[in-house]
């Protein structure tokens, strides 16, 4: 499985941005770098995916460095709804057109009022 | 109205006992799978099913089978429950026809076995 590495946690300040780094210096070609977060006591929700190129949607932004070995996603102006676990997770294995999300321990972000 | 939701939201048991999950996505997805996340928080895959057929079938004890009447329902029973299996399981689904697009995850099952 195609490993990533996150901090474990971090903290910011409500309507501040936050950047939230992930490093996957096995990635493949093919690889797909996903983002889902976890609030506290609900399940996974989707975030944002990006091969190449940045992307931007009404959640986040993801920056994806040149070479893709690391990743960064933006949260534009936080709020205390983003308090949450995000996890970062390359695509893998589509096995017969079902997605194996691998999750690591992910980073634990605070946000403080 | 919810698009992946599982049943019970709690379950507390005895260890032996015999349970089962129930899973219903109505998002016209064909693909749908069970991760159980145990007390570290750590979330891992157990099964995928595709169309009712199983596709992904990580290392899990034969005491868990799956069962896919339909591609919008994918239940997870349990025989002779035993103390480790005390855990949050997550139903997800997903649309095998588009590359790479999101899975949508339940709100969860947990699971407490005494």
């Known amino acids: 499985d195609a490993k990533t590495t996150q901090p474990n946690s971090m903290e910011s300040n409500e309507e501040e941005p936050v950047h939230l780094p992930c490093n996957h210096s096995?990635?493949?070609?093919?690889?797909?770098i996903h983002w889902y977060r976890q609030l506290p006591s609900q399940g996974p929700e989707y975030v944002i995916h990006?091969?190449?190129s940045n992307v931007n949607n009404r959640m986040a932004s993801l920056a994806i460095a040149e070479d893709r070995k690391s990743s960064t996603l933006i949260l534009h102006r936080a709020t205390l709804r983003d308090a949450a676990v995000y996890y970062c997770i390359l695509r893998d294995d589509i096995i017969q057109g079902a997605q194996k999300l691998v999750f690591g321990q992910g980073t634990r972000l605070t946000i403080n009022p | 109205d919810t698009a992946v939701s599982q049943t019970p939201k709690y379950l507390v048991t005895q260890m032996g006992n015999d349970k089962s999950i129930k899973c219903e996505q109505n998002l016209g997805h064909d693909t749908m799978y069970w991760y159980k996340q145990d007390s570290k928080k750590f979330l891992k895959i157990m099964f995928s099913y595709n169309n009712k057929e199983l596709i992904i079938n990580e290392t899990v004890p034969n005491r868990f089978s799956p069962k896919s009447p339909d591609k919008a329902h994918l239940n997870l029973h349990i025989n002779s429950l035993e103390l480790g299996d005390s855990a949050v399981y997550f139903c997800?689904?997903?649309?095998?026809?588009?590359?790479?697009?999101?899975?949508?995850f339940g709100q969860g099952t947990r699971l407490t076995v005494v």
């Open positions: 990006g091969l190449t």
């Open positions: 997800a689904s997903s649309n095998r026809q588009v590359r790479n697009t999101e899975a949508f």
């Open positions: 096995t990635i493949s070609g093919t690889d797909y």
